[in-house]
């Protein structure tokens, strides 16, 4: 292969790509807070404004992180190529990449790296998206779609989910006639709940000519379904997200990959302008990234690892008579509290417990992170006992002086 390429894609287009990344976070606010760059200083804008950080003992499932973090063999594969530094290695891309398109058999030039799911995320909505190309998404799911969106001037069109928490591919047919962008999360974040393939599929099919269907494969590791990469060998117009945040624990290490055919992902290009900066892939990362890959005791380990917790919490809440939203395939599920989200966070956070956001579709749940079985332990008694409060509790005068807690997101993180 020649050294100039990365899979196909020449190292100048490819560092146009990733670079488009870095000149969006200039020109578009959206895109700014969601990168891990300006993560940090909108932390320490917020924490200058009375904001604590989270106590050293505090349970944090409120993010979508894996506990586990990286695996062993990422670790070692960081340790040998982090001596490596102080030079670019271009060809540990490429290895990655190699690795990857070998996996799901394909295409060349049919994927791309980033640091990280978030930025490459905006950068697929954002290409598509306008004042005369809207977007239609599932209601509730990942905030990124409508946020783009807005960023973009595009209108935006929710779409309830099913009754089994799938997204209503044939309402979101429905929902405008010539949309630039349809968005599913598949598994869904925040209920965790699966879109049928075949459901995406016929939307695929069905869908006017122009308009691409986006979905978000970030959980997908957890699932027992097969994942829609194939269409994107099948040249649909689709564009298919994943991330090495989640079942592979490298939410702080910032690796990701976009699959879609070379003319959408060019097509990234237009959104920022020329580039102005870079904003690739460390070489650790890199390689931490095709570790993960070749690790391959290590995806089914978790998996087991994270729906055995996620069972056996979610069979103690059902037991003892709270509400939660069956089907998860994720590292997350959505319960019932019974008074606004916010009110029982602050509830959870007096327990040392950081429970996930609540959505506007369904103000009474909280997203619920699947932790370590000890910290789901700790949150089933911190939850019982929030649960036996009278509603309002929280709100009462001694919150009027409890400092306001920086409860971390995956909206900063990818």
């Known amino acids: 292969m020649n050294s100039d390429m990365t899979q196909g894609v020449s190292r100048r287009s490819f560092l146009r790509i990733v670079g488009a990344a870095s000149a969006a976070a200039t020109s578009f606010p959206a895109f700014a807070a969601m990168t891990p760059a300006a993560a940090p200083a909108g932390q320490t804008a917020r924490r200058s404004r009375g904001m604590q950080a989270l106590s050293a003992d505090t349970v944090v499932i409120s993010s979508n992180e894996n506990p586990l973090g990286p695996a062993q063999s990422a670790l070692t594969a960081i340790c040998s190529m982090g001596v490596q530094g102080g030079r670019y290695h271009w060809d540990e891309y490429v290895k990655t990449i190699d690795v990857f398109n070998g996996e799901f058999g394909l295409k060349k030039d049919y994927s791309a790296l980033f640091p990280g799911s978030s930025g490459p995320l905006d950068l697929a909505l954002m290409s598509n998206l306008g004042p005369d190309k809207p977007l239609v998404y599932g209601d509730p799911s990942y905030e990124q779609g409508p946020r783009a969106a807005e960023v973009m001037k595009a209108p935006k069109y929710p779409v309830p989910l099913t009754g089994t928490y799938a997204h209503d591919v044939k309402a979101m047919l429905k929902a405008h006639p010539a949309p630039g962008a349809y968005y599913i999360v598949n598994p869904n974040n925040p209920t965790g709940t699966m879109t049928p393939k075949e459901d995406i599929v016929w939307l695929v099919n069905n869908k006017p000519k122009g308009s691409v269907v986006i979905i978000d494969e970030a959980y997908h590791h957890f699932s027992n379904d097969e994942s829609c990469i194939d269409l994107v060998n099948q040249d649909k117009d689709v564009i298919v997200m994943r991330t090495f945040s989640k079942i592979y624990g490298m939410a702080g290490l910032r690796a990701g990959f976009v699959v879609a055919r070379p003319d959408l992902i060019e097509r990234f290009n237009n959104v920022g302008g020329p580039s102005q900066s870079l904003a690739s892939v460390s070489i650790t990362s890199a390689a931490a990234a095709r570790a993960s890959l070749q690790d391959k005791d290590l995806v089914p380990l978790r998996k087991k690892i994270n729906g055995d917790i996620r069972t056996e919490t979610v069979e103690f809440l059902t037991k003892h008579g709270y ?92």
């Open 323 to 414: 509400k939660v939203i069956q089907g998860s395939q994720g590292n997350m599920f959505m319960v019932d509290v019974k008074r606004p989200g916010k009110e029982f966070q602050n509830a959870m956070l007096k327990e040392n417990v950081a429970v996930g956001r609540t959505w506007s579709a369904m103000p009474n749940y909280v997203r619920v992170t699947v932790g370590t079985k000890a910290e789901m332990e700790k949150f089933q008694t911190a939850f019982v006992k929030c649960m036996d409060m009278p509603a309002g509790a929280a709100n009462g005068a001694a919150e009027l002086h409890m400092p306001e807690f920086h409860v971390p997101s995956e909206l900063y993180r990818g």
